[in-house]
């Protein structure tokens, strides 16, 4: 199975301010052939399912706010929210679809300061 | 646009069987090429996949759980099912179903863009 890491476990950010998550696989979940990341991010708030932010590492699902970005390659991806709003207080899951079984990270939870 | 629904008894006792239903609603679960797919999350932890089903019919299963899981799709009743035999206490957790995104230009993430809103399944005598 791939192993997928992420850090920090929990971070606090000021409203407006930056946060930054890091996700790292075991092993690259770039497939060679189309030269796409098999990487996607997630938003889980309180009582709800899983939301899909991000896939293929960098695209952006269809109305999510362009303030959250992903970035990276190979074996280590971040998700960036560039301008922290109080909805985005939430746990940050990454996956990885490279090969089954399909394997998330443990989260990271982002809180404001 | 597609929604899936979890349905099932929210408490199933040691050793016995856990069977859950995802309906599909807004499309039909035998169109496209889409991956139809469990997942579960014990209380205040991770996400863990158990397995999906393709449009085909083809499966695969979480190896962790392989010998006792089975997902089937009833495409009469635009359904598909879970089955988790000779559950423990550790198999209590809420229950999702998921679908993943379309293809695009050839192709096929598999990230999961469609979630119910999950079943909580307890396992307990």
């Known amino acids: 199975d791939i192993v997928m890491t992420q850090s920090p476990d929990s971070l606090a950010v000021s409203l407006g301010e930056r946060a930054t998550i890091n996700c790292k696989s075991s092993?690259?979940?770039?497939?060679?052939?189309?030269?796409?990341?098999?990487l996607a991010w997630y938003q889980q708030k309180p009582g709800q399912p899983p939301k899909l932010l991000i896939y293929w590492a960098s695209t952006r699902e269809s109305g999510v706010p362009d303030r959250f970005s992903g970035s990276g390659s190979g074996t280590d991806f971040t998700l960036t929210i560039s301008s922290l709003q109080a909805e985005d207080v939430a746990v940050y899951y990454c996956?990885?679809?490279?090969?089954?079984?399909?394997?998330f990270g443990p989260g990271t939870k982002v809180d404001i300061k | 646009q597609v929604q899936l629904q979890e349905s099932g008894p929210g408490l199933v006792k040691p050793s016995q069987t856990l069977s859950l239903t995802c309906t599909v609603s807004?499309?039909?679960?035998?169109?496209?090429?889409?991956?139809w797919t469990w997942i579960r999350q014990p209380a205040g932890k991770g996400l863990e996949w158990i397995g999906h089903i393709y449009t085909s019919g083809s499966t695969n299963y979480n190896p962790s759980l392989k010998s006792r899981v089975t997902i089937s799709v009833d495409t009469s009743n635009n359904q598909f099912s879970l089955k988790l035999i000779s559950v423990t206490a550790a198999d209590t957790a809420v229950y999702y179903c998921?679908?993943?995104?379309?293809?695009?230009?050839?192709?096929?993430?598999?990230?999961?863009?469609?979630w119910g809103q999950g079943t909580m399944v307890t396992v307990s005598a």
């Open positions: 807004g499309g039909s679960i035998s169109s496209g090429s889409y991956y």
């Open positions: 998921a679908r993943d995104l379309p293809c695009s230009g050839g192709y096929c993430p598999r990230a999961l863009s469609i």
């Open positions: 092993q690259s979940v770039l497939y060679s052939s189309n030269n796409k990341n098999y």
């Open positions: 996956q990885q679809y490279y090969n089954t079984p399909q394997t």
